[in-house]
Antibody
Framework: EVQLVESGGGLVKPGGSLRLSCVGSGFSFTNAWMSWVRQAPGKGLEWVGRIKSETDGGTTDYAAPVKDRFTISRDDSKNTLYLQMNTLKTEDTAMYYC?????????WGQGTLVTVSS | NFMLTQPHSVSESPGKTVTISCTGS????????VQWYQQRPGSAPTTVIY?????PSGVPDRFSGSIDSSSNSASLTISGLKTEDEADYYC??????????FGGGTKLTVL
């Protein structure tokens, strides 16, 4: 069974930093393209960014609102995906989900909540 | 930029059939696959349709997806509605500038 477990969310002040983690199990993490998607309270889904598998180059892409502030990385030896978030803004407050693309199908984690507030 | 537009809400009675539309603008919806995600209240999204019309294992065949190039839209159809189908539904596709593009979501009420 595919499982994705996010952690690292919490309350942070504007301008602060936070690192989220997502541990995958039940699938070949090495071969998966991984993404982060967020959802502000009461709002729709917003793509944050993704990282390809190392086999496919391991490159990253980011949505415009987070580009140059957020960094996605992966440690395949630990089956773990990361989201480093710097210079956080109040509008970054959201539930953050990681997803794994396996054979054209996306699997979702349960999410971790990030609140940016003074 | 490619955008996807969904109706804000739809409602239908149990046992009936409902169709949720997802209209593309700024590009052809047929150029890339469309996915549909279901998000029940308080839960994470799950995939109910991928690659336009494919159902993951475990998703009932009451759920189906289609593409209509003439209207540049995708559709999610749910037949034999059950109260457990009440949820938010999001369509998603791809764009050269943003690898993932989401529709705004449709709230399905089964009453």
């Amino acid at each position: 069974e595919v499982q994705l477990v996010e952690s690292g969310g919490g309350l942070v002040k504007p301008g602060g930093s936070l690192r989220l983690s997502c541990v995958g199990s039940g699938f070949s993490f090495t071969n998966a393209w991984m993404s982060w998607v967020r959802q502000a309270p009461g709002k729709g889904l917003e793509w944050v960014g993704r990282i390809k598998s190392e086999t496919d180059g391991g490159t990253t892409d980011y949505a415009a609102p987070v580009k140059d502030r957020f960094t996605i990385s992966r440690d395949d030896s630990k089956n773990t995906l990361y989201l480093q978030m710097n210079t956080l803004k109040t509008e970054d407050t959201a539930m953050y989900y990681c997803t794994a693309l396996l054979d054209a199908l996306d699997y979702w984690g349960q999410g971790t909540l990030v609140t940016v507030s003074s | 930029n490619f955008m996807l537009t969904q109706p804000h809400s739809v409602s239908e009675s149990p046992g009936k059939t409902v169709t949720i539309s997802c209209t593309g603008s700024g590009g052809s919806i047929a150029s890339n696959y469309v996915q549909w995600y279901q998000q029940r209240p308080g839960s994470a999204p799950t995939t109910v349709i991928y690659d336009d019309d494919q159902r993951p294992s475990g998703v009932p065949d009451r759920f189906s997806g289609s593409i209509d190039s003439s209207s540049n839209s995708a559709s999610l159809t749910i037949s034999g509605l059950k109260t457990e189908d009440e949820a938010d539904y999001y369509c998603q596709s791809y764009d050269t500038n943003n690898p993932w593009v989401f529709g705004g979501g449709t709230k399905l009420t089964v009453l």
